[in-house]
């Protein structure tokens, strides 16, 4: 018996290759004449309002190895909790505050945001949901991108009523999305599989 015509099948997912991340950054690789300059170097522009801090964290596989073949994206609002998006129906966000960001890993698989603190944003239904930034991972052997929160540890009240963060903590599993900070620095480890593994959202 034949599907109804109006019936479309998922296209089947493929793996990254092994050049996912020079194919998106080609221009860190010496691939010049492809694009003028890579995307997402500049998450923050000067004059951009909110506390200047540094994100960087490490990516790491099932067997402890850093992942070097990766490239990380981060996503954010501003100070105020504004995104600059269209979707964004509230209006008054900083221009300055880009809110997205690419990276691709070093060879340690680390990684380095240079950014703002990002503020409070509403949760569906109501509410706020604590300051966070959406990390988005790619790499060789993933088939669809991971996506994680990062939350800050000097947060502790507005982390204890988000939502997401609820639904880790019933499982313990809330510390993996928390980042440590210590001054302008927060650091943020990202593990792929094991024991450590990340919380990884299924949006």
Not at 16 to 40: A, R, T
Not at 94 to 113: L, T, V
Not at 166 to 185: F, W
Not at 189 to 198: K, R, S
Request: with cysteine.
């Amino acid at each position: 018996m034949m599907l109804p015509r109006d019936y479309l099948k998922e296209t089947p997912s493929q793996t990254g290759g092994p050049y996912v991340h020079i194919g998106m950054m080609p221009n860190l690789f010496d691939i010049n004449g492809v694009i003028p300059e890579d995307l997402g170097g500049d998450i923050v522009l000067e004059g951009v309002k909110g506390e200047r801090i540094t994100i960087k964290g490490r990516i790491v596989d099932g067997g402890g190895n850093p992942v070097f073949d990766c490239v990380v994206e981060l996503w954010q609002a501003d100070a105020n909790g504004i995104y600059n998006s269209p979707m964004e129906h509230r209006s008054g966000a900083d221009p300055k505050c880009i809110g997205w960001g690419r990276q691709s890993a070093d060879d340690n698989g680390e990684f380095a945001f240079e950014t703002i603190k990002p503020g409070p944003v509403p949760a569906p239904g109501g509410g706020l949901m604590a300051p966070h930034v959406t990390l988005w991972i790619v790499a060789r052997g993933i088939n669809i991108g991971l996506q994680t929160r990062m939350y800050f540890s000097d947060e502790e009240a507005a982390n204890a009523k988000d939502p997401i963060l609820g639904k880790a903590r019933m499982i313990g599993r809330d510390g993996t999305m928390i980042g440590k900070r210590d001054g302008d620095i927060v650091t943020f480890d990202i593990y792929l599989q094991g024991e450590n593994e990340t919380v990884f959202l299924d949006i």
